[in-house]
């Protein structure tokens, strides 16, 4: 039998002619809105809380794989970026030598013909 809100308020009716108005009150709010199947058991919660961990679980590997991909490759952009760093800084310096080493000789130059 499915209950209804007319079963419950008659309920209630009667509840209330053999309790009195708050005890039927409190009864009548103390029964599920719904029928007793549709209510979660302890053992509905744990099978719930179960599949949500797993869950979980699966959303943490997820963030850690994807962690690792963008840590590897932000590591390889910034190891190529090094390399060319690293050949700009060295023709800088064997330009910035020979333009020492040119401008030494210049004034030697000049030195030597005052």
Known sequence: MALDDRARHELFLRLEQALGPESAETLVEMMPPVGWADVATKRDLDALEERMNLRFEIVDQRFD??????????????L??????????????????GTILSLAALAFGIAKLT
């Open 65 to 78: 794989a994807l962690e690792h991909k963008l840590l590897a490759a932000f590591r390889g952009e910034l």
């Open 80 to 97: 190529a970026q090094s390399n060319i760093i690293t050949a700009q800084t060295r023709t800088l310096l064997v330009a910035n030598v």
